[in-house]
C-alpha cells in the first residue's frame, strides 16, 4: 500500500500535467480561431477559381485540355494532410487510415497501377514508412529504399500559407504533366466544427467537367478568351490547383487544432478526476495513521493504570 509521501508525490505530477494540458487546451483553442478565420477568409476565393474555370469550360464549348484528359491510370498519388505532432486523439490515425483504404480501393480498381505517396506533416510521413516496412517485412524478395513516398513536407501543417501550397502544387503537376504521375487524390480532414471534423477525399487532378457547374449560362456566353480559352485555362488550373490544395490544408490545421483542444480538455478533466481519487486515498491514510496514534496512546495509557 502506497505511503502518504508516495500520494503526495503522485499528486503533485499528476497536478502538473494537468496544468500543462490545460495551457496546452488553451493554445490549440487560439491557434483553432486563427485557423477558422483564414479559412473563412479564403472560401470566397476558393469559389471564385471554380466560378473562373466554369466560365472558360462552358464559354469555350469542349476545349481539349492536359488537365481534363483522362489517362489509363499507371500511377496514382495520394496526398496525405496530417500533424506533425501527436496530442490530438485519433485526428492522425483517422486520416491515415483513410490514406490507406483510399491506396486499397485504388488498387482495386487497377490492378495493374501503382499506388504512392506524398506526405504532409510527420505523423503522415510515418505512418507510410512504417508500412512500407512492414510489407517488405512480409515480403522478403521485394525491392526498395524502404519507402513508397515521393515527397515530404513538414512543418507547415499548423500554420499553412498559400506559398506551401502553391510549391507542392507545381511539384505534383509536373510529375502530373511529365507522366510520373496519372490521378492525384488528397487525404486530408473537413473542419466543421469545433468538435465535429470527417476524414475526407478530393481527386484533384485530372479534373471532371462535372465539378464545374455553371451558375450563371447568359454571363459565360457573353465572354471572349484571350488570346484563347486554353491559354487561359493553362494560367487559371494552376491557380486553382494550388486553391485547392490550400484549402485543404486550412481545413486540416482547423481540424487538428479542434482535435488537440478536444483531447487536451479530456486529459484535463481525467487528471482532475485522478487528483480527486488520489486527494481521497491520502485523507483516509492520514485518517488511519491518526486512528492509529490515538489508539497506540490510549492502549499505552491503559498500561500505566
Known amino acids: 500500500m502506497p505511503t502518504m509521501r508516495d500520494i503526495k508525490g503522485r499528486i503533485r505530477s499528476v497536478t502538473t500535467t494537468k496544468k500543462t494540458t490545460k495551457a496546452m487546451n488553451l493554445v490549440s483553442s487560439s491557434k483553432m480561431a486563427r485557423a477558422k478565420i483564414k479559412l473563412n477568409k479564403g472560401t470566397p476565393f476558393f469559389d471564385s477559381m471554380r466560378r473562373a474555370i466554369a466560365n472558360v469550360i462552358h464559354g469555350a464549348g ?178 486553382y490547383l494550388a486553391t485547392q490544395l490550400f484549402a485543404a490544408l486550412t481545413t486540416s490545421a482547423a481540424a487538428g487544432q479542434a482535435a488537440t483542444m478536444t483531447a487536451m480538455d479530456s486529459a484535463t478533466e481525467n487528471a482532475e478526476s485522478i487528483i480527486g481519487n488520489l486527494t481521497l486515498m491520502y485523507n483516509r491514510a492520514r485518517q488511519a495513521a491518526i486512528t492509529q496514534e490515538i489508539s497506540e496512546i490510549v492502549g499505552g495509557a491503559n498500561a500505566l493504570q
Not at 187 to 203: D, G, K
Request: proline share 4%; with cysteine.
Open 62 to 239: 469542349d476545349v481539349d485540355h492536359m488537365y481534363f484528359d483522362a489517362r489509363s491510370i499507371k500511377r496514382s498519388l495520394v496526398i496525405i494532410i496530417a500533424n506533425d505532432r501527436g496530442l490530438c486523439g485519433g485526428y492522425n490515425t483517422n486520416v491515415n487510415k483513410l490514406a490507406l483504404k483510399t491506396a486499397n480501393k485504388i488498387a482495386a480498381k487497377s490492378p495493374n497501377s501503382e499506388v504512392v505517396f506524398f506526405t504532409i506533416g510527420n505523423k503522415a510521413g510515418d505512418y507510410v514508412r512504417n508500412l512500407h516496412q512492414h510489407r517488405r517485412g512480409m515480403d522478403q524478395h521485394e525491392d526498395g529504399d524502404g519507402t513508397n513516398s515521393v515527397g515530404h513536407v513538414s512543418g507547415i501543417s499548423e500554420n499553412p500559407f498559400f506559398e506551401d501550397a502553391v510549391e507542392i502544387a507545381e511539384k505534383v503537376m509536373k510529375m502530373y504533366l511529365d507522366g510520373e504521375i496519372d490521378e492525384v487524390v488528397v487525404c486530408y480532414t473537413q473542419f466543421i466544427s469545433a468538435i465535429t471534423y470527417v476524414p475526407s477525399t478530393m481527386r484533384i487532378l485530372p479534373l471532371d467537367r462535372a465539378d464545374f457547374p455553371l451558375e450563371n449560362e447568359g454571363a459565360s456566353s457573353l465572354m471572349t478568351f484571350e488570346p484563347s480559352p486554353k491559354a487561359v485555362l493553362n494560367y487559371a488550373v494552376p491557380k
